[in-house]
């Protein structure tokens, strides 16, 4: 086997070349993303990494969001209670 880059003669079984790191294609190679160099395998694999990444900070995002929303949610159940308390100091003051 050649590879298609270098020309560099590769025993049959190889899957990179070893003269430039060329993905050698290999006859009834499954479908999917082809890879033909080393460098392009470790794009690849930084693009899998940043897109897990970017989830896990999205779902970082929707964790703040949601507490968020739990603290206003909070806020409004006490602030009756609030005012409830303010009114009666009010009332103690009145009455001193």
Not at 20 to 28: A, D, I, Y
Not at 39 to 68: F, P, S
Request: charged residues 45%.
């Amino acid at each position: 086997m050649k590879c298609s880059k270098c020309g560099m003669e590769m025993e049959d079984h190889a899957k990179f070349c070893m003269e430039c790191g060329t993905k050698l294609e290999q006859s009834g190679a499954s479908g999917g993303e082809q890879v033909h160099s080393l460098a392009g395998w470790k794009d690849k694999k930084n693009r899998e990494k940043d897109a897990k990444m970017k989830q896990a900070r999205m779902t970082e995002k929707e964790r703040l969001n949601q507490i968020e929303q739990k603290m206003y949610d909070k806020q409004d159940e006490f602030q009756p209670l609030a005012r409830k308390k303010k009114e009666g100091e009010e009332e103690e003051k009145e009455e001193e």
